[in-house]
């Protein structure tokens, strides 16, 4: 069993701009995949971005891309999520996951946080 647990969600204006951490425990946490998904309000989940085992790559959602920054530190058995010129629409819950499959399979992340909320005022 791998545990995750986000932190650093919070309330943030418009532009500006918010880091969130993913801490893991309980699995070998470098033989993970790493990712980040988001959930408003009646919508459905939607992947955010994602890094590989050793992070030498990493995928982005075209709506985040060139604002969302994914990391890890495999030292400190976290992930992280630094995202800059948060808009409206960025408001949601945020969830870290892991994965032993390719980090573009969506489906394939068995492992889950409980969630940090991020929300984004005018």
């Known amino acids: 069993q791998v545990h995750l647990v986000e932190s650093g969600g919070g309330v943030v204006q418009a532009g500006g701009s918010l880091r969130l951490s993913c801490a893991a425990s309980?699995?070998?946490?470098?033989?993970?995949?790493m990712g980040w998904f988001r959930q408003a309000p009646g919508k459905e989940r939607e992947f955010v971005a994602a890094i590989s085992v050793r992070g030498a790559t990493t995928k982005y959602a075209d709506s985040v891309k060139g604002r969302f920054t994914i990391s890890r530190d495999n030292a400190k058995n976290s992930v992280y999520l630094q995202m800059n010129s948060l808009k409206l629409e960025d408001t949601a819950v945020y969830y870290c996951?892991?994965?032993?499959?390719?980090?573009?399979?969506?489906?394939?992340?068995?492992?889950w946080g409980q969630g940090t909320q991020v929300t984004v005022s005018s």
């Open positions: 996951a892991a994965t032993r499959t390719l980090i573009t399979n969506t489906a394939g992340y068995e492992y």
């Open positions: 309980g699995r070998v946490f470098s033989s993970y995949g």
